[in-house]
């Protein structure tokens, strides 16, 4: 396993992420929760993940309803300080934890109260990482920046980042820490795959100037990059588009499919699957610092293993990404 700086800090992470949003839940979406891994299942992917050296690992507070975090949590406290202190902690802000107004978003008061519950969940002394998830239009961004410069300060959180951010609101978030001094958001955590390249456009530049870190969730676009989904074949019993298909429904076309062959036959060429060849393609853009997996399984971190030994040259990612059309 490979480590690089994340961004411009001196911090240290994995080529390879372990995504723990299946943990207890299927994300943030409370008709999900209880139909994720169960407490022996993630404990079993946690100890692959960390004995294969991956010392990043990605939740947020609403994944499962909490029990995301909580599972971590139970591992870390049945596994000791010495693992503990291998590993940076990722946790997130933003969706829904209740059914109260003030129970989401990125105002101060949620910031505030969900760090603390998220540091007594996962039973560490402070995170970190930690993101904005979302971004939100109803709290000023001066709000939330400030918020977490205090945080850090106040020893609860080492390093800052944010989620689905667009190009122009991570300069804003910049422009703001620059002009007030403030700890400023290191990396992005953005959905990023051969099927997903929009961030290329106006993200990437931005993070190349400004030496912030990138690291992508959804590597595989859901399933698809695994060659599962057939064109005019049902798909898959407990896939991602039987169980939650909506941020997908964009690649059901014709050219997407035939995009998908081009790939199946350019990894058989390689001697490889299209899951490894797609994690390879990830792991060579020059913007991409660690790339989050999500495996429902220990068996699952092996395409990404796999993927850290494939060489590509410029050529053949130019002639991967060919085999799809890039979103405007």
């Keep these: 396993m490979g480590y690089v700086n994340l961004g411009r800090t001196g911090v240290k992470v994995s080529r390879l992420a372990l995504g723990c949003g299946n943990f207890g839940g299927i994300g ?9 891994e169960t407490m022996e299942e993630a404990f079993a992917i946690m100890d692959a993940a960390f004995y294969l050296g991956i010392n990043l690992f990605d939740t947020a507070n609403a994944y499962g309803g909490g029990a ?5 949590g139970q591992w870390l406290a049945s ?5 503990r202190d291998q590993l940076l902690i990722s946790t997130k802000v933003f969706n829904p934890v209740g059914p109260g107004p003030n129970d989401c978003g990125l105002s101060r008061r949620h910031l505030l109260s ?8 996962l039973g560490v002394d402070y995170l970190d990482l930690f993101l904005l998830h979302e971004p939100d239009p109803s709290t000023p961004l001066e709000e939330s920046l400030s918020t977490l410069n205090d945080l850090v300060h106040a020893g609860k959180v080492r390093y800052v980042g944010a989620s689905n951010m667009p190009a122009w609101l991570t300069a804003k978030a910049l422009w703001l820490a620059d002009t007030h001094g403030w700890c400023r958001i290191e990396w992005i955590q953005n959905s990023y795959s051969l099927l997903e390249r929009k961030d290329e456009v106006e993200l990437f530049p931005l993070l190349a100037d400004q030496g912030l870190g990138f690291t992508p969730f959804s590597p595989l676009a ?27 429904q964009h690649l059901l076309k014709a050219d997407v ?5 081009r790939l199946r036959a350019f990894a058989e060429s390689r001697g490889t699957d299209t899951a490894t060849l797609s994690l390879a393609w990830l792991l060579h853009q020059p913007r991409v610092t660690s790339v989050i997996m999500g495996p429902r399984r220990p068996t699952h971190l092996e395409p990404g293993l796999q993927a850290l030994e494939i060489e590509l040259t410029p050529s053949e990612c130019e002639e991967m990404a060919s085999f799809f059309i890039a979103e405007p």
Excluded: N
Excluded at 68 to 72: L, P
């Design 257 to 261: 499919f035939a995009g998908l062959e």
């Design 114 to 121: 969900q760090v603390d519950i998220s540091l007594s969940r």
């Design 222 to 248: 859901g399933g698809w990059l695994t060659g599962k989904y057939q064109a005019d074949q049902p798909f898959p019993p407990g896939s991602r588009m039987t169980l939650r298909s909506d941020p997908y």
């Design 79 to 83: 596994r000791g300080s010495a693992v």
């Design 68 to 72: 995301s975090e909580h599972m971590i």
């Design 28 to 36: 943030s979406m409370p008709e999900f929760f209880g139909r994720g």
